[in-house]
């Protein structure tokens, strides 16, 4: 999704569609490798006749792939062990020039109802597939955390959003962001772990050590 990656090695970022499409293709051909050690597939860009997995590993691989558009869900419905949730098609696209921080504000401007809905596409996609309703794991990254008192939680929120030229306004809808004492951020992350299914959380951003660990001990 990132142009930049695409320029530093002197190629043109292909539109969406096609890159979905790439990726689909590639899910497909690893989910046949590494559930039956042998693939064909007959694809746009993936072209592949009788390949075997070869050297076969000692573990076999899992599959993640991240993202949220509708189309993003039904791939990782079909052929991922792992989604990590990023934002959905309801959410603001990530175009323009600055990516990076169009993918922030899409992050941002992601609510928990939205996200929610992500989690029974992913499943009805998986039995569509012949695999099993909870075939995929779900995570998300969390890349907005501070740890502070209750009070200074709206100014901490707003600090976020106008960082990439949001209006002011809270996060607690948001959920990759998590703001509050250690009891707030606790019951946030319990709140996300159920209703978004998740199997894991990750961290992003440049975190504290301190931070670290508060949200390993509270998530576990």
């Not at 209006?167 to 951020?185: F, R, T, V, W």
């Not at 961290?203 to 670290?212: A, F, P, R, Y």
Request: glycine content about 8%; some cysteine.
């Amino acid at each position: 999704w990132n142009r930049e990656e695409f320029e530093a090695l002197g190629m043109h970022m292909p539109r969406f569609g096609e890159r979905l499409q790439r990726l689909e293709e590639a899910a497909d051909l690893g989910r046949q490798l590494f559930d039956h050690g042998i693939a064909t597939l007959d694809g746009t860009s993936v072209v592949a006749r009788d390949l075997p997995e070869s050297p076969l590993p000692a573990t076999k691989p899992r599959i993640l792939l991240g993202g949220g558009s509708d189309r993003l869900l039904d791939i990782a419905g079909r052929y991922a062990d792992m989604l990590d949730l990023n934002g959905t098609s309801r959410s603001p696209a990530v175009a323009g020039r600055d990516l990076p921080t169009a993918d922030i504000i899409r992050k941002l401007s992601t609510t928990m109802d939205e996200l929610e809905r992500s989690v029974p596409r992913v499943r009805t996609a998986s039995v569509a597939a012949g695999r099993p309703a909870e075939a995929v794991g779900m995570t998300i990254m969390l890349g907005f955390v501070a740890r502070c008192t209750a009070a200074e939680v709206p100014a901490v929120a707003n600090r976020f959003r106008t960082r990439v030229g949001l209006p002011e306004g809270p996060l607690d809808a948001c959920p990759y962001a998590l703001i509050g004492e250690p009891s707030q951020i606790a019951d946030a992350l319990a709140e996300r772990r159920e209703r978004l299914q998740l199997e894991a959380v990750l961290l992003g951003g440049n975190q504290d050590w301190e931070t670290i660990a508060t949200i390993r001990r509270l998530a576990e």
